[in-house]
């Protein structure tokens, strides 16, 4: 588990309306305090009472912390990495047109992941890149390094520069599917990637497509759903969206989305739960709307 940070007292959670008629018609209701424990201090935060261990939530505009829990923390990230994956091919400009055909080299043999992505066949850069976002597809993620100039030991390289360049200093990477738990970050570093992912149209559409199909040379029909439910429900307005799960970080979550009127980031890791980041993330849509109703925090 994540060790815990101290936290500031100006790091606490702070709710302000903007309408003070409407404050007073209707109070602010305040949640059960989630506590941090580090070194014998404790820090009371208001917020909701989340499973992850780790979790942030900022405004994407001004970059105000809504939520924060360990959010310095160095843990693995584990598919969260595509994200990182995503924007170096497209910062490459490589070709999306271009066939990039599956290599031995590309199957999974640190964690023996199954694929459906046959050795031998063909598949556009484009749908390579929707399937490893969309669906967390690893050998498609692997394809993609793979298939950069340099190969493999060149695309991580510049993925790592890549994460110097948003500002993520404590963050490392080794694969590009992440299925290595020597891919690492923090909470508040995870944000800087998802801002950044969120500035490329690409990335945005591809981690919100519910599903897609995809037919191989021999006329194989494959079809790929997003690994993030919530990107079909209707109740949420989400820009960018990634899972990851390995038994090391355990399960992970990141997302753009507007709540309340308000858009934000939200980064959840290690929920060691089958549903828990998923319920975490609705507590929080939860908790942000039962503060104002449908008006801004902040």
Known sequence: MLAAPAFAADQR???????????AQAP???????????????????????????????????GQTIY???????????????????????DANLPLEETVYIDPADVDNLKHTGSRLGIGNGFSRRDLLRM??????????????????????????????????LGMWQTRFVDSSGLSSENVSTADELVKMVKGAYDYPLIREFTTTPAHVVETAAGRILQFRNSNGLVKNPAWDIGVSKTGYISEAGRCLVMQATIAARPVIIVLLDSWGTLTRIGDANRIKKWIESQLGREPLG
């Open 28 to 62: 602010v209701r305040k949640s059960r305090p989630a506590t941090s424990h580090h070194n014998g201090d404790s820090v009371e935060a208001w917020g909701p009472n989340l499973k992850s261990s780790a979790a942030l939530v900022v405004d994407l505009n001004d």
């Open 68 to 90: 924060a829990k360990n959010t310095n923390s160095i843990a693995p990230i584990a598919s969260i990495t595509k994200l990182m994956t995503a924007m170096v091919v497209l």
């Open 13 to 23: 959670q702070r709710v302000t309306i903007k309408n003070p008629q409407k404050a």
């Open 132 to 165: 490893a976002l969309m669906s967390s597809e690893n050998r498609a993620a692997a394809a993609l390094g793979r298939a950069y100039p340099g190969g493999s030991e060149m695309f991580v390289s510049a993925m790592n520069r890549k994460a110097i360049e």
